[in-house]
């Protein structure tokens, strides 16, 4: 089974109309699959050029490489434009995660976002997830995928790819 491995762009590179150029070869240079690799975007940098963004957005799928937008839920996005973004997945914002315990509305809004989510038919990942009871409460909202401490804290190379090899999941996390 393959990685994904996630990789941040910024505002610069997403506004040079080389970038394309450059991810294809770099790809080919590496000979990673383009399916291994998920480029994230902020929600902000989305909003400020965004048929520009959309534009370079749709080359960067055309080459079979998923989009992510990343802390989803802090920038001043417009559902009209949610709708024509071509990105795979939406990361909850850690913000809405930390609160999930203290404010019935932080709840709501994760709920809101998981709800978009599925009308979009996006992936959705929750980002700074650090305990069982925010797992949990994720999971009753239906969200399946988490990003955060509760699993694993960030880890060296070497010691990421012995928790690979011994196949930990969340399951396995008391």
Do not use: W
Not at 97 to 120: D, G, P, Q
Not at 144 to 160: D, H, R, T
């Amino acid at each position: 089974s393959s990685i994904k491995v996630a990789v941040n762009i910024s505002a610069k590179q997403l506004a040079d109309e080389k970038f394309t150029d450059k991810l294809k070869k770099l790809l080919h240079q590496s000979q990673c699959s383009a399916e291994c690799l998920e480029l994230e975007v902020t929600e902000g940098l989305l909003m400020d050029k965004p048929e520009q963004s959309i534009e370079i957005m749709t080359d960067i799928r055309s080459m079979g490489v998923d989009i992510a937008i990343d802390d989803f839920g802090t920038g001043y996005s417009s559902l009209s434009y949610i709708r024509k973004l071509p990105v795979d997945e939406i990361k909850i914002d850690r913000h809405f995660i930390n609160e999930l315990s203290k404010y019935r509305n932080a709840e709501e809004m994760v709920e809101t976002i998981l709800h978009i989510a599925k009308i979009f038919n996006l992936a959705i990942v929750a980002e700074g997830v650090e305990t069982k009871e925010q797992l949990e409460r994720l999971r009753e909202q239906g969200c399946n995928e988490i990003q955060g401490y509760y699993f694993s804290k960030p880890l060296p190379a070497e010691a990421f790819q012995k928790l690979l090899e011994s196949g930990k999941n969340l399951s396995d996390i008391p």
